[in-house]
């Protein structure tokens, strides 16, 4: 996708970029200062509706807070999703303070610490074990508080899915508990603790709905399997998510009716049939709000070197560290990008936007084609609205953090 | 280097890992939560010394305190070093609360804003300029202060330093003002604000002792021709830095002796001839403070998956991002790692070493050869004393800060 979608997908009102409807120079004197994040609140309404016309009604849908756990997103998705998946005990304070009720809320990932084990124990929510030794852990707690905790088993499935973003499934994995050891689990614990399922995650970042299609396809097998070995009825059966985003220039975005499709098939099908008391669950993060969300910085110098034109802003990668490239990606590309105060112009020729770090690993836009810029302008970077400010490091360097804003 | 130089470079006690003296155990007592930073006072005062033995007198020695800017740190330095070099106004805040004159602090760094600057020029600190806005928003400060600013040019050289980790000068740079515009700024700017000299900074990391001398000759010849265009004495050549330090094991340290043996001819014979009135300057961070410190995690899971055994640690990259291979790297490759409880014990094998996050990207060791351990044991990251902590995204999952500690 290129940088005129991303504009359209918000709006523009004036030459100006729109976020909820408001012109981002307004927007910037409304936050007082800049750089911000901004998330649009109709967007992430739009992304919701579209995701519930395209997959089956019985097929529930999990806000993974990972992505983005500003509170008043998770307050607004609370009325709006069905499930919140947490990673800490930070992220489950901040789901259990939303209008989500408890038993609605799981906790996942590996390395839960005992006492993070007995606050999930003590909320009541639902813990993904991730090892035999997150089960004792469970079961201690339970033993300690005088609850019967409910726990889902994450599976590390005995298939990988190809073309992930980052694949967390197949193979050796710190994720989860082997595929073929999970018999031997559930006949060992089923009675100390209440295993409403399973939860298989095979990888992320997928932009690919045959892929995805495959991996579920599969999953409800795996699922299928295991059950045979719990002795009470499954209530749970969570078959990931990976739902990707488009971030650079060639990439297209998922096509979410052949996603949609596939999952009919699956859940009106095999699912209903094998699990007529579990409501599937698909866990979201990014899909959800990684396209809702802008970074906003504003251009402080425009220099020019040797023939080439810098812009450079108040922010960087110390806001938004994947937009540099270095979160994790092998090649860098660049993000999508615009002049959001004056989105209409034509385009001057490349130009390169750096962050405000003394590093010349913050680089946000390397030769860009941008209308002119110059110093106060505001520059946009758009896909914020996932692993942006929390997954960036905030204090290199010492400036200070960012606003964010839902709009 | 292995594990068992970096190892001894702490010292042991009783089959312990030693830092200030202190086997690990007890200090993760007295820190009372893991994960945790824990930098040697002894070790950072060992380094200085060398520094010192290895380098002219008259070379000051300048710390860049973005590669640690934890106050105790800054504090110790302050007494230790000749000037401190920030990076924002936040750094500049710590360096004054220091010991340090405020004369002796340096402000580098493209996109300082108008605040920043005016709040630098009202500190009376020296403001490394990076292009010709920057002088007009410093002299405008002074205007508006009735202070006369002091300033430093920053060159971005007409060479490049081949080999460094990362290249910042030569070419096309956001930093600086290219070589050949300097006579030219210095002609039109140096009536209205005192320009003190010049500071050139080719690379960062570099680990090769003639690539690094061939860098400061080029530098001084930069210099000295440029020195012609100002029409008063220069009182400022700060030669940049660059000292690597060795990350993996592939890696071999630097040649202090063979560095200091170059610098000598430099500052006893060209610097001191064409700059009688100046003190070179070196401006060292990573290479000053990033040995003296580790990144010290607990075990919390010990799994076997698949043939493979994977230690969970409760710390990860969201505190050390470069060890996980994801910070501007473009190989990930193993930092070195010792359990930091057992170091004497033999090696059991190669075993993963994951991070407590629900993502692939969380891998600290990667078939790493490490004594046998379990749950409980104490997992060192060595080489985390410079560019951890603040290079690191804090907030991501929502998991606990580490406590930082000067022992």
């Keep these: 996708m290129n940088s005129r979608e991303h504009i359209d997908g918000f709006g523009t009102v004036d030459g100006q970029l729109a976020v909820g409807g408001m012109p981002l120079d307004r927007l910037a004197a409304r936050v007082g200062s800049t750089p911000f994040f901004a998330y649009d609140r109709a967007l992430l309404d739009a992304r919701i509706d579209a995701l519930r016309a395209a997959l089956p009604d019985r097929l529930e849908l ?49 390395g839960k610490v005992a006492a993070e084990i007995r606050q999930a124990v003590a909320a009541g929510i639902i813990v993904e074990v991730e090892s035999t030794t997150e089960i004792r852990r469970v079961i201690a707690a339970g033993d300690d508080l005088g609850i019967t905790p409910t726990i889902a088993v994450r599976v590390n499935p005995d298939f990988a ?80 998510g990976g739902f990707g985003i ?36 698909i866990e979201l993060g990014r899909y959800i709000v990684g396209e809702c969300g802008i970074y906003v910085t504003r251009v402080v110098d425009r220099k020019i070197s040797r023939g080439k034109t810098f812009l450079v802003v108040d922010g960087g990668m110390h806001h ?31 130009v390169n936007v750096v ?35 929390t997954a960036s490091p905030t204090a290199f360097l010492g400036h200070p953090a960012p606003a964010e804003v839902l709009v």
């Design 62 to 110: 999990s806000f993974a807070m990972k992505a983005n756990p500003m509170p008043a997103i998770v307050h607004h998705l609370a009325t709006r999703v069905d499930r919140i998946d947490v990673a800490s005990a930070l992220e489950m304070q901040t789901a259990l303070d939303s209008t989500i009720r408890a038993d609605r809320v799981s906790f996942a990932g590996p």
């Design 161 to 240: 899915v190809k073309g992930s973003g980052m694949r967390m499934g197949g193979g050796a994995q710190q994720f989860g508990i082997d595929a073929e050891d999970v018999p031997a689990v559930l006949r060992q614990y089923a009675g100390d603790v209440d295993i409403l399922g399973f939860h298989v995650f095979a990888g992320s970042q997928n932009l690919n709905a045959g892929i995805l299609t495959e991996a579920q396809t599969k999953t409800v097998d795996l699922v299928s399997a295991l059950a045979d070995h719990l002795p009470y009825d499954v209530r749970y059966v969570n078959l990931g």
């Design 246 to 281: 488009p971030y650079t220039a060639k990439d297209r975005p998922l096509d979410l009716e052949a996603v949609g499709s596939g999952l009919h098939g699956l859940v009106d099908g095999p699912l209903r049939e094998r699990f007529p008391h579990a409501s599937p669950v």
């Design 320 to 350: 938004q560290l994947a937009a540099s490239g270095n979160f994790g990606q092998a090649i860098r590309r660049n993000y999508p990008l615009a002049v959001g105060n004056r989105v209409d112009a034509a385009d001057e020729g490349g």
């Design 355 to 389: 962050g405000c770090l003394c590093t010349p690993l913050d680089l946000l836009g390397d030769d860009v084609e941008l209308p002119p810029a110059d110093i106060d302008d505001l520059i946009v970077i758009f896909q914020a609205g996932a692993y942006g400010l």
